[in-house]
């Protein structure tokens, strides 16, 4: 039952899609310097 659950996941989440790269590059950001990125 899990399994169906996991392959559902990224049609309905906002964190794959059009906003990965967006994700990936705000989490870079991050990385190289935690004050560069909104705490929103």
Do not use: H, R
């Not at 309905?12 to 935690?34: A, K, M, R, V, W």
């Amino acid at each position: 039952m899990q399994n169906g659950a996991m392959k559902a996941w990224p049609d309905s989440s906002y964190l794959t899609g059009t906003n990965q790269s967006y994700i990936e590059q705000l989490y870079e950001y991050f990385l190289t310097d935690p004050g560069s990125v909104e705490d929103s």
